[in-house]
């Protein structure tokens, strides 16, 4: 129900836009995150925004750099990376959470109930 978009190979320092669009279920009340799993290491946090589009939260390695913002209207979140760095290498997930408040995020796997498949992102030095 959930399908992300936008991945694909980048060198340092340059722009990629993920894109998750939903379908079938409208994620319109729900806090919607993004996470990233590199080889060996566990999946990590990176940007979670809240329903009302006005509370948003990073993870410290993307602050500045990563900006969370969704479309209501379309059912889609998206995540602008800019200034990408050969650590951003990654697959990027994206999620939703079940909420009933409009100013919550959340940036801690277990508290979403939707996941998409991942899209791999590669940054080249």
């Known amino acids: 129900q959930l399908q992300a978009f936008g991945g694909g190979l980048v060198q340092a320092g340059g722009s990629l836009r993920l894109s998750c669009a939903a379908s079938r279920r409208t994620f319109v009340s729900y806090a919607r995150g993004w996470f990233c799993q590199a080889p060996g290491k566990e999946r990590e946090f990176v940007a979670a925004?809240?329903?009302?589009?006005?509370?948003?939260s990073y993870a410290d390695s993307v602050k500045g750099r990563f900006t969370i913002f969704r479309d209501n209207a379309k059912n889609t979140v998206y995540l602008q990376m800019n200034s990408l760095k050969p650590e951003d290498t990654a697959v990027y997930y994206c999620?939703?959470?079940?909420?009933?408040?409009?100013?919550?995020?959340?940036?801690?796997?277990?508290?979403?109930?939707?996941w998409g498949q991942g899209t791999q992102v590669n940054v080249s030095s």
């Open positions: 925004i809240a329903w009302s589009d006005q509370d948003t």
């Open positions: 999620a939703a959470a079940r909420t009933y408040n409009f100013d919550r995020y959340y940036s801690a796997a277990n508290e979403y109930d939707y």
